[in-house]
C-alpha cells in the first residue's frame, strides 16, 4: 500500500471538466504515465433518525479496493470493513436513512507511471459534474512524510501550485503509517467540500 | 427419640422348601399345600385323645371309647376338686419321666445292664440283581451325556455351516467399514469417495449377496463366509498408476507412449474375502479418478512445457531431456498377456504416493471449509480471503490470491525438484571422488521437503583443516540457491555443468585462500590477495585468484595463480639486493627495491608433499631458510 495524495483541480472559467480532464490525461501520457484501466471512487450518506443534532454516516467504496468498504463518521472516526457491510447498513434503516440526492463519487482513469498510480477523475453529484479529482500514489512508500518531496515535485509539475502543502486531512498524521483509510478521508473531504458548494450555489440560482 | 424410626417389615418368607435338584440344576419345589390340604394337616395336630370330659362335659369324639358304665358309675361331680385332672396328669408325667430318667441312667452307669448293638446279618448279596441295577444306572448316565453331547455338535455344526445367523454377523462387518443402505430386497453399497469430498462422475455401487448353499450337507464348505460382494464391470480388476522419470535424448519419446505395460499383477480371485475385493475396487476408483483429474488438467492448463496425453498415459517435460509419464495401469484379468517390454519400468513410488495425497488434499478442501461459518457469508473463503475486506487490499493482492496451482503442475513441481535434487548429489559425489585434492565434504540436511533441500559443502586441505570453505547450497525446484564463505549469494540455474564448474571455482578459491593462511603461518607477508584477477586471458568460467607472497627478509616472492581452467601456477622469484645499483632515494626498504624482475615457474607436480597447500607449504618453509 502506498502514500496518495488528493487534490481538487479547479476547473477555469470558460472551460467544462471534460476538458479540463482531458488535458490533465494528455499531461499524463507524455510525462510516461500507460492507461491501465478506470477507477470509481463513490460515497453515499446516511442520516441518523433518531438523534439531535442529526449525526452523519458516509459510506465508500474504492475500486483500488474492491473486497472493502469504508465507513466514516463526521467525526473523523473510519471502519474498514468487508463489502458485506453495505448489506448490514440497509438493516439498520430505521436508524440510518439515506439523505436523497447525496450519492457522489468520482470516476475516470487510471495510469501507471513505473511507481506511481494516477488518477483523474470527474466528480459528480446527482448527475452533474461538479469538479475534478487527481490522485497521485507513490506505492512503495507506507510513510507520507519519506516521500512527501518527491510527490510534490510531481503533482507540482501535473496541477501546478495547487500542491503547495500536504492536503489537510494527511498533514497532521505524515509520520504515521499510511493506511487506505487516509486516503478516503481526503476523498470524504473533497465530496463534502463540493456538496456544499452546490448546496451554496443552488440558493443563488 | 432422637434418632428417626425405621420402618420394619416383618413378613414371612415364601420359599418353598426345594424337594429335589434335578441333573440339569433346575430346582423342583415342594408344592404349597391347598386350602383342604392345609386344614387336614392342622387337624391332625388337635390332640383327640386329651381328657376334657371333666372340664367341659362335651361328648368326646369318635376315637376314645368310653363305656356307658363308666360313664353312669361315675356320675359328673363338678364340686370336685378342680385341679384333679391336673394332679393325676402330672402324676403321670412323672412317672414317665422316672421311667425314662431309669431307663437313661442305666444306659449310662453300665452297672447292671449294657446296651448292646445287635449284630444283624448282612443282606444277602444277589449278584445279577445288582449288576442289573448298576447297569439301569449307566444307561441313565450314559443318556444324559448323549443328549450333552449332541446339542454341542449340532451348535458346532451350526457355527460352520452358513446360516443365517453368520450372514447377519458378516453384515454387522461390513457395516462398520461401508455405507450400506437397503433397497427393496436388495442390500446396495457405496464405493465412491463422495462422503470424503470427491466430484468425480463415476460412482461405484456394490450389491452384496449371500452365497447360497449349493454343496449338499454332507459336504465341507470351503467358503470363508456368507457374505459376497459384486463389483460394478468397470471397477474390476486391480489397478495403479505408475509415475516414472525418464531422461531422453529427444525431447519427447512418443515410442514409449504407445506401450501398455500391464505389469503381472495378481488379479483379484473370486473367492477372496469380501474386504479384499472392496478395497481393490475403492482403489480402482481413485486411480481412475485420480489419472481423469490429470488429464484434464494436462489438456486445458497452458504450462510453459507442453503436456501430451495419450490414451492411458501422460507425458511432459521437466527438463531438457528429462521426461515425466504417469501412466493408469489397470490390469482386469481379460486381456491377453502382453510382452513385457525389455526394460523393466522403473516407479517411483515416492512421486505416486504424492499424487494420492494432492488428490486426497483436494477433496479435503471440497469439504472442509476453514472457519468460521458464518450464516451470511460466502462459505469457503480462505482467512486472508475474509481480511482483505477489512485490510482494504488492493486489487493486485486479490488477484494474486486467486491464484491456485492444480494437481499437474504441482506434482511436475515435485518431480522437477527430485530430479534436480538427485543430479546435484551426483555431481558432488562425482567430484568429491575424483578430486583428492581438497576434500569435499556434504552433509545433507535431513530437514527438507518435497520442494526443497539444502546441502553443506565443506571443502578442506587435508592436514590444514584450519582453513575451511563452506558452501551451503539450497536446491529449490528448477535452480540452486548457493550461500558463499563470505555470505554472499548466487543462483545456479539447473544445468549440472554450471555446478560443476562453480565447484571447481570455489575449489580454486579455496586454495588461493589456503596460501594466505600459510603466509600466516610463515610468517611471510601477503602482498596481494585478489579473488577475481583481471591478469591473463579470459575463462571460459570461473575467475582467477591470486596471491602474492613475500618472505621475511623480503628477497623472495612468491606469486600463486588459481584458475579453474588452467590450474594451478606457483612463480618465484629471488631478489639478490646486492646486485642492484641504482638504488633511488623514494626507495625506503630493502623490499621495495626490486619489484619488478624474473618469475621463475615452479613445477608443482615434482615438489614434495601430500597436496598443493603440502607442497607450496614445504617450499615456503625451505625458502625462509634460505633466504
Known amino acids: 500500500m502506498g502514500v496518495s495524495c488528493v487534490y481538487s483541480y479547479p476547473v477555469p472559467e470558460g472551460r467544462s471538466g471534460a476538458q479540463v480532464v482531458e488535458v490533465l490525461q494528455k499531461q499524463v501520457e507524455t510525462l510516461g504515465g500507460i492507461k491501465a484501466g478506470n477507477f470509481i471512487v463513490d460515497c453515499e450518506t446516511y442520516q441518523s433518525v433518531m438523534l439531535n443534532p442529526p449525526k452523519t454516516l458516509h459510506i465508500l467504496h474504492n475500486s483500488e479496493h474492491p473486497a472493502s468498504c469504508f465507513a466514516i463518521l463526521d467525526s473523523g472516526a473510519t471502519l474498514v470493513a468487508d463489502t458485506l457491510f453495505n448489506g448490514l447498513v440497509l438493516y439498520l434503516k430505521n436508524f440510518y436513512q439515506a439523505r436523497k440526492g447525496a450519492k457522489i463519487e468520482s470516476k475516470g482513469q487510471r495510469f501507471q507511471l513505473s511507481d506511481f498510480v494516477l488518477k483523474i477523475g470527474s466528480v459528480s453529484l446527482a448527475g452533474s459534474m461538479k469538479g475534478v479529482l487527481v490522485e497521485v500514489e507513490y506505492c512503495p512508500s507506507v510513510v507520507a512524510a519519506d516521500c512527501w518531496n518527491l510527490m510534490k515535485e510531481l503533482l507540482q509539475s501535473l496541477i501546478g501550485n495547487v500542491a503547495e502543502n500536504p492536503p489537510p486531512s494527511l498533514k497532521p498524521k505524515m509520520d504515521e503509517t499510511y493506511t487506505p483509510a487516509m486516503t478516503m478521508l481526503q476523498y470524504l473531504d473533497h465530496f463534502n467540500s463540493f456538496r456544499t458548494a452546490a448546496a451554496m450555489g443552488q440558493p443563488l440560482r | ?627
Request: net charge neutral; aromatic share 6%.
Open chain 2, 1 to 627: 427419640m432422637a434418632a428417626p424410626s425405621v420402618n420394619v417389615c416383618v413378613e414371612a418368607a415364601l420359599e418353598n422348601p426345594i424337594q429335589e435338584v434335578k441333573y440339569d440344576g433346575q430346582e423342583v419345589y415342594v408344592a404349597p399345600l391347598t386350602m383342604s390340604e392345609n386344614l387336614s394337616k392342622l387337624a391332625h395336630k388337635i390332640n383327640f385323645f386329651k381328657d376334657e370330659s371333666e372340664e367341659k362335659g362335651k361328648p368326646t369324639s369318635e376315637g376314645e371309647r368310653e363305656t356307658d358304665e363308666e360313664k353312669v358309675l361315675a356320675p359328673f361331680q363338678p364340686s370336685l376338686w378342680p385341679w384333679d385332672s391336673v394332679r393325676n396328669k402330672l402324676k403321670s408325667a412323672l412317672t414317665e419321666i422316672s421311667v425314662l430318667y431309669d431307663v437313661l441312667s442305666i444306659v449310662k452307669e453300665k452297672h447292671y445292664m449294657v446296651t448292646d448293638p445287635v449284630s444283624q446279618d448282612a443282606p444277602e448279596l444277589k449278584a445279577p440283581l445288582q449288576m442289573i441295577a448298576k447297569k439301569k444306572s449307566l444307561v441313565s448316565v450314559c443318556q444324559i451325556l448323549n443328549t450333552g453331547a449332541d446339542r454341542l455338535k449340532r451348535v458346532q455344526a451350526e457355527m460352520d455351516s452358513n446360516t443365517q445367523d453368520n450372514f447377519l454377523w458378516e453384515l454387522l462387518q461390513l457395516r462398520k467399514n461401508w455405507r450400506l443402505k437397503k433397497v427393496h430386497n436388495t442390500i446396495l453399497g457405496e464405493l465412491s469417495y463422495k462422503s470424503a469430498g470427491s466430484r468425480f462422475w463415476q460412482g461405484g455401487t456394490f450389491e452384496v449377496l449371500k452365497t447360497s448353499d449349493l454343496a449338499a450337507e454332507g459336504d465341507v464348505t470351503n467358503k470363508k463366509s456368507s457374505l459376497d460382494v459384486s463389483i460394478p464391470s468397470e471397477l474390476e480388476g486391480v489397478a495403479y498408476i505408475q509415475v516414472e522419470v525418464k531422461s531422453v535424448p529427444d525431447l519427447i519419446d512418443l515410442t514409449s507412449a504407445t506401450l501398455k505395460m500391464p505389469a503381472s499383477l495378481g488379479a483379484v480371485s473370486a473367492d477372496a474375502y469380501w474386504q479384499q475385493k472392496l478395497e481393490t475396487a475403492h482403489n480402482v476408483l481413485f486411480c481412475k479418478e485420480l489419472f481423469a483429474q490429470l488429464a484434464r488438467e494436462a489438456v486445458q492448463i497452458k504450462g510453459s512445457t507442453p503436456h501430451l496425453v495419450v490414451g492411458n498415459q501422460i507425458l511432459t517435460n521437466v527438463f531438457p531431456g528429462f521426461q515425466l509419464s504417469i501412466v493408469l495401469c489397470h490390469y482386469t484379468g481379460k486381456e491377453k498377456k502382453v510382452n513385457l517390454s525389455p526394460t523393466k519400468p522403473e516407479h517411483n513410488h515416492v512421486l505416486e504416493h504424492s499424487l494420492h495425497q494432492l488428490l486426497r488434499k483436494v477433496h479435503d478442501n471440497n469439504l472442509n471449509t476453514s472457519p468460521p461459518h458464518p450464516v451470511n457469508s460466502m462459505l469457503g473463503m480462505t482467512k486472508r480471503r475474509r481480511l482483505a475486506g477489512p485490510q482494504a487490499m488492493s486489487r493486485q493482492e486479490l488477484v494474486q490470491m486467486t491464484h491456485s496451482e492444480s494437481i499437474l503442475e504441482q506434482i511436475v513441481k515435485q518431480t522437477r525438484h527430485a530430479v534436480l535434487r538427485i543430479r546435484s548429489m551426483n555431481v558432488i559425489d562425482q567430484l568429491a571422488i575424483t578430486m583428492q585434492d581438497p576434500q569435499i565434504c556434504a552433509h545433507w540436511s535431513c530437514l527438507n521437503n518435497s520442494l526443497e533441500s539444502s546441502v553443506r559443502l565443506t571443502i578442506t586441505s587435508y592436514c590444514f583443516e584450519a582453513n575451511r570453505t563452506p558452501l551451503i547450497l539450497i536446491i529449490g525446484i528448477d535452480n540452486i540457491r548457493v550461500i558463499l564463505r563470505e555470505g554472499g549469494t548466487c543462483v545456479l540455474s539447473f544445468e549440472e555443468n554450471e555446478l560443476r564448474d562453480f565447484l571447481q571455482w570455489q575449489i580454486c578459491q579455496h586454495h588461493a585462500q589456503s596460501v594466505q593462511t600459510l603466509a600466516k603461518l610463515h610468517g611471510w607477508q601477503v602482498l596481494s590477495a585478489i579473488v577475481s584477477s583481471g591478469h591473463g586471458d579470459i575463462e571460459t568460467y570461473g575467475t582467477t585468484s591470486t596471491v602474492m607472497l613475500a618472505s621475511p627478509k623480503g628477497n623472495v616472492i612468491l606469486a600463486f595463480h588459481s584458475s579453474p581452467v588452467n590450474g594451478s601456477k606457483l612463480s618465484v622469484k629471488k631478489v639478490d639486493t646486492s646486485l642492484e645499483s641504482n638504488i633511488s632515494p623514494a626507495v625506503t626498504a630493502a623490499k621495495w627495491a626490486s619489484l619488478a624482475g624474473e618469475f621463475k615457474e615452479v613445477n608443482l607436480s615434482q615438489l614434495e608433499g601430500r597436496n598443493l597447500t603440502g607442497k607450496i607449504d614445504m617450499l615456503m618453509a625451505r625458502l625462509t631458510v634460505l633466504s
